[in-house]
Structure formats: C-alpha cells, structure tokens
C-alpha cells in the first residue's frame, strides 16, 4: 500500500506546498504571484481528480496509473525546467503538467487502496499505508527539496525526487492486480 502512494504523497508536498517557496526564492516571484499559481493549479486539480476518477471506473486503475507514474518520471525535469522560466505562463504550463500526472494519481487512489486490501483490516491498512507515508515521505519533502538544493547547487534537484517517487509507485503497481471490475465488499 505504502508504495503505492510514494508518488501522491512526495508529488503532493513539492507540488501543492513546497513550490510556492521554491518559486519566490529560485525564480524570484513575488508571494502574490507565486501564490497564484498555486492556487490556480489547486483549482485545476479539482476536476483533474474526479476525471480520472470517474475514467478509471471505465477502462481501469492500473493502466491510467502506470501512465501518470510514468509521464511523472519522465516529465519531471522538463516541467521543472519550465517553472524555471522567466515567463509566467511557462511556469504556469510546468506546474500544469505535474496537476495532470499527480490529479490522475490522486484522484484514482482512494478507490484503488480500497479494492487492493481486504475488509477486515481495510481500514488499519489504508491509514497505516497512506497517513504513515504522506507523514513521513510527504512532511519530510520540502525538507529534503530545500537541502538537495543547497548541497547540489540545482535549482532543477527537486525532480529527482519527484522522479525517485514515481519509479517506486510505478514498481509497487506491477505487484497490483487490476481490480476494478471487481466486487468490493463494503
């Protein structure tokens, strides 16, 4: 379970949170802007969610997931380049990029933690597997962003550990049995 939620979790901190400082202090946004941003993706992620949401009941989990684990691993220096970039509407398009690959993720979690564990010990394995690693990979992200920063000298580090998240939810999914089809006792 853990391992399935290390892209949600490490993609949601650097994100949703860390950014809006990585973008003051590495581009040198002003709050105001940089916290536009922000909210302007948050307010795209909505829908993002529950579209994915609702396309992983028609043609499954598993594939939509592999797909958004894989285009996060690959995308993640180029969306980090463009936020990078002097012009606003490119930092815009690479925060954009990342809503994508994480929406598709997290909006298809919830459903997908409840078909991959049984009913007797649903509820202790959902909040073991997902609270512990939002917790601990999650809360510790901007930490470990802002430190890869200063020891590396790369602006651009952070994706690495967008990338790390990726391939460990991407490995986690080929243990998973697609289960969408599937009856889920309540």
């Known amino acids: 379970m853990a391992g399935l939620v290390v892209y949600n979790a490490v993609g949601f901190y650097l994100m949703f949170l860390y ?23 948050m307010l795209v992620l909505l829908p993002v969610l529950l579209g994915m949401g609702w396309l992983s009941d028609r043609i499954g ?3 939509l997931l592999m797909a958004a684990t894989t285009l996060g691993f690959a995308g993640a220096l180029p969306l980090f380049w463009l936020m990078h970039h002097p012009d606003p509407v490119l930092v815009l398009l690479g925060q954009m990029g990342f809503v994508l690959t994480l929406g598709t993720c997290l909006g298809i979690m919830p459903a997908i933690m409840v078909e991959a564990t049984p009913r007797p010990v649903r509820c202790t394995a959902i909040a073991l597997g997902y609270n512990v690693t939002f917790g601990i990979l999650g809360g510790l992200t901007p930490l470990a962003a802002a430190w890869l920063i200063d020891r590396t000298a790369m602006d651009l580090s952070p994706a690495y550990m967008i990338m790390a998240a990726a391939a460990i939810s991407f490995v986690s999914l080929l243990f998973y049995r697609e289960s969408y089809r599937d009856d889920v006792a309540a």
């Open 61 to 63: 989990r598993k594939r």
């Open 19 to 41: 950014i809006v400082s990585w973008l003051q202090t590495v581009d040198g946004l002003a709050p105001a802007q940089a916290l536009g941003m922000n909210t302007a993706s």
